[in-house]
């Protein structure tokens, strides 16, 4: 079989974590005569990370010829037409591996009778290869905390395996002067940011969260008076309450600041009108707070939380439809809004936090859905005007203390046909007893 020699300068390699190229050459060549077609013998392999990127192979050669790439090896491996006419270079793209596993192909460069001249061995390495290289901090502080708490082989550096395992943060980074934590993301184990986690960073401008968060706690990001950008993923399904309180640098939109896809406080607290923008999925505690010209509120089907004193003390707010998509209204979330003659509360909701519509003295009929599983204390305690309650759970949902103390003379509370005595022996309910009545819902 003829062989065709490659002068194979494999350089230009872009890659954002790749193995070594192992080019082979023995430097053993020969004077090209009238039939010689090579310049290097070329007997090494080409090693890939995992990131994939592109690999560029030199040939100098006066046949005619063809690339053959494995059929199996065609959806990750790939050659751009660069070829000239005799010093040709061959490039080829390597897809990002995802899978653990390493993957080979063999290229062969085939003549014009379809016979192989020369064959090319890509190595790609699987996606743990990065498990143990360490991970390069933008922010050498951040970089010193990390080995601090979390550098189990002691080398002074933190690897992606060792991020990898770290299920809790702590307050490892409470009240420290990092600047940035961009690579919190390869702490892929963090379910929750706990509670105080980065309170108190003054000096912090950015930072991106795992994917498979689902939590952050109270107070995570408290003081963070220099916090600019923040990623927040799909995965978070609950927000503490004071998370970004202080938050003072974060973009303003229509005078309300946002942490991503956190509406986290007004900026303007004479709005008289909002709506919030598509796309918020949480009303962050205290957003609203004191805005006590605010009359009306559009909340978007984007929505799922509504943070604990989101509108307290929003005294001019006559009416508010809770959408579909909110799960949970957090502790004294409308508060004293006074005014508030009606609420929607959907069949989304499941949690109805303490003191939730405490004080709405113009709040005159409200309807608990059938989804609804626990009510907090005092939630419509001193809801002076409120009449009638509906109650539309057979079973009724735990209740906390003083639920409607202080309601109108003579009110109602109208709960299933079926479950009347189970309301009037249920904890938090039997207090309201005499109250209770009878309904076909």
């Known amino acids: 079989m003829k062989k065709l020699f490659l002068l194979l300068a494999v350089f230009g390699m872009i890659f954002t974590a790749c193995g070594p190229v192992d ?53 990750w491996l790939s050659i751009a037409d660069t070829r000239a006419i005799r010093l040709e ?41 990065e498990e143990t290289q360490a991970i390069e901090f933008q922010d050498e502080n951040t970089k010193l905390l990390c080995t601090l708490h979390w550098d189990e082989n002691e080398d002074g550096e933190l690897s992606y395996e060792e991020a990898a395992a770290v299920t809790d943060l702590g307050t490892a980074f409470k009240g420290s002067s990092i600047l940035a934590f961009s ?64 938050c ?52 978007p089907d984007s929505v799922t939380e509504i943070g604990g004193e989101a509108f307290l003390g929003c005294e001019s707010l006559t009416s508010i439809t809770i959408p579909d998509s909110v799960t949970s209204i957090g502790h004294g979330a409308f508060s004293s809004c006074r005014s508030l003659t009606s609420v929607t ?38 809801c002076r005007s409120l009449t009638s309650v509906y109650c539309k759970p057979t079973t009724p949902p735990a209740g906390g203390s003083g639920m409607f103390d202080n309601n109108a003379s003579g009110r109602k509370i109208y709960v299933p046909r079926a479950s009347v005595d189970a309301y009037k022996s249920a904890s938090g309910w039997s207090s309201y007893a005499s109250y209770i009545v009878e309904y076909d819902f």
Do not use: H, M, W
């Open 23 to 75: 080019d082979g050459n023995d430097n053993n060549a020969e004077q090209p005569g009238e039939e010689t077609v090579f310049i290097t013998d070329y007997e090494g392999n080409i090693v890939v990370g995992a990131d994939g990127g592109v690999v560029v192979v030199t040939v100098s050669t006066n046949l005619e010829y063809s690339v053959e790439i494995p059929e199996e090896a065609q959806s």
């Open 89 to 129: 270079k061959l490039t080829f793209t390597v897809a990002k591996n995802e899978a653990d596993a390493e993957r080979r192909a063999i290229v062969k460069l085939l003549g014009s009778d379809n016979a192989e001249l020369q064959s090319l061995l890509f190595i790609q390495e699987g996606a743990t290869a």
């Open 183 to 246: 690579e919190l993301e390869y702490f892929t184990s963090l379910e929750k940011i706990a509670d105080s986690a980065f309170e108190g960073c003054v000096s912090l401008v950015k930072i991106t969260l795992p994917e498979q968060v689902t939590a952050i706690g109270t107070s995570a990001f408290n003081g963070c008076t220099n916090l600019k950008n923040i990623t927040v993923p799909d995965s978070v399904t609950s927000i503490g309450a004071d998370v970004f309180n202080g």
């Open 248 to 299: 003072i640098s974060l973009p303003v939109i229509d005078n309300i600041r946002y942490a991503d896809t956190c509406l986290v406080q007004a900026v303007d607290r004479s709005l008289t009108s909002y709506s919030i923008k598509a796309g918020t999925r949480f009303i962050g505690s205290r957003a609203f707070f004191g805005c006590e010209s605010l009359t009306s509120i559009t909340i």
């Open 345 to 382: 509360i959907p069949n989304s909701v499941t949690s109805i936090g303490s003191g939730a519509f405490y004080e709405c003295y113009s709040l005159k009929s409200v309807t608990i859905p059938d989804s609804v599983t626990s009510i907090g204390n005092y939630v419509f305690s001193y």
